[in-house]
């Protein structure tokens, strides 16, 4: 499943847009992490959803949990990925967009550090070494594992393990797998176990260090329990249990709060980024920059109105659930429908309305499983992984280390690679 990319013939200033990404993804690092520590600014934000929507709650009610106790862990480990789209503007000029950013098991770093040689090796195969020496090197599955391997250094047990929470039939392995390679290099060894594993074997001692099967554990690496259906009464337990430990959870329960859409919503009001991030005016507005229109749905004046304007044009707006994984989005008709049962409820509270981002559609040829190789209109999305560490409130490490194409045809609405609609690409810059 992959894409040779081609650029459209009015061209995107891609260079120019990669390179803003690149550049405001530090500051998308630090602003998670300020969030992430702000206990107040989530329990603010997230009051009214938390009400309506059960999965939100539970998490929350988890963090409470810890915060109640005492945080045990020390060092704090952020493996973000910041997805955006290209605004076509009126000029014909295109700006960069934020989709939404992913605080929890942010995936495809593994197989993106090999599309590459894929589209490198395509190309030689065709005598074309000139393009082929235009496609970027990427490489964010040994940048993820620098990331988790400073926390584990910094955890200071020279025997403990980096424990990855999978799921138990796991269809995204291989691009598991690359990051495992990557610290199995650096001699730390990683252990794949379920959230039912965690709650059999499991266990913390007296200074809440996390053992599994006996094993001491630095490092928590969650590639699961990011969707409802990821979660049985005994894996909630599974979760709390890991979340009281010290070790280094990637993210802990804050972190995941910080990545839903509300916050996102949220962060986009005025003066919002200036109380986390105080005497930053440059970080905020490289932030800012990159924000599409947010709206809140919470009961009131300001919900109403958004409503009235999502209603009134429905072709502008997206209708964001607390949810991630893809395929929860809705649009058009089906946004329309939900809109109409909502205005009314409360239950509209766990949703947010979201401007929709309209990109210049260009040519290309998709390479998927039963389907004919043709020429379609497609659209991408462009995704940057970033890392941070934090010892105390000390940053010790924050770097963006590479990036993620997907393209797609202009037919699908919503869906990623997994939903079996885009596919894998590389930015093709000219």
């Not at 409470?64 to 704090?76: N, P, R, S, W």
Request: charged share 25%; proline share 3%; glycine share 6%.
């Amino acid at each position: 499943m992959f894409a040779e990319t081609c650029v459209n013939e009015n061209g995107c200033h891609l260079s120019a847009l990669l390179e803003q990404a690149y550049a405001v993804q530090m500051d998308f690092n630090m602003l998670v992490d300020a969030v992430s520590q702000d206990a107040a600014f989530l329990e603010q934000t997230l009051s009214s959803t938390i009400k309506r929507d059960n999965f939100t709650a539970r998490l929350f009610d988890i963090h409470k949990q810890v915060l109640k106790e005492g945080i045990a862990q020390t060092v704090f480990l952020g493996l973000n990925r910041s997805d955006y789209m290209f605004q076509r503007n009126a000029d014909g000029s295109a700006a960069l967009k934020q989709i939404e950013i992913n605080t929890i098991s942010a995936s495809f770093g593994g197989l993106a550090s090999r599309t590459p040689a894929v589209h490198r090796h395509v190309l030689n195969v065709l005598s074309k070494t000139q393009e082929a020496a235009k496609i970027l090197s990427n490489n964010p599955s040994k940048g993820l594992a620098l990331g988790i391997t400073r926390a584990w250094e910094l955890y200071g047990s020279a025997n403990a393990l980096v424990l990855l929470i999978a799921q138990e039939k796991e269809r995204n392995i291989f691009d598991q797998r690359a990051i495992e390679n990557e610290l199995l290099a650096r001699n730390i060894h990683v252990i794949r176990r379920r959230f039912e594993d965690v709650s059999e074997k499991a266990s913390l001692d007296q200074d809440r260090r996390l053992f599994m099967d006996g094993q001491e554990v630095a490092v928590v690496y969650f590639r699961d329990g990011y969707m409802p259906s990821q979660y049985s009464p005994q894996n909630w337990e599974a979760r709390l249990l890991l979340e009281r430990s010290r070790a280094v959870k990637c993210p802990d329960i804050a972190t995941q709060l910080a990545g839903t859409k509300k916050v996102q919503q949220e962060l986009s009001r005025m003066g919002v980024l200036e109380m986390l991030l105080p005497g930053q005016p440059e970080t905020v507005a490289r932030l800012h920059a990159t924000f599409a229109g947010l709206y809140s749905l919470d009961m009131g004046e300001e919900g109403d109105q958004a409503i009235a304007e999502a209603l009134a044009a429905p072709s502008q707006f997206v209708l964001k659930p607390q949810r991630e994984g893809g395929g929860n989005n809705l649009y058009g008709e089906e946004m329309v429908q939900a809109l109409e049962r909502l205005k009314d409820s409360e239950e509209r509270a766990s949703y947010i309305l979201m401007e929709k981002i309209e990109p210049e559609p260009f040519g290309n040829c998709l390479l998927r499983p039963g389907s004919p190789v043709r020429v379609v209109q497609c659209i991408s999305e462009l995704g940057i992984f970033g890392v941070y560490v934090r010892q105390g409130k000390t940053l010790v490490m924050n770097k963006h280390v590479g990036h993620l194409l997907r393209t797609k045809a202009i037919e699908h609405a919503d869906g990623g690679v997994a939903a079996g609609v885009a596919v894998l690409d590389n930015p093709y810059p000219v």
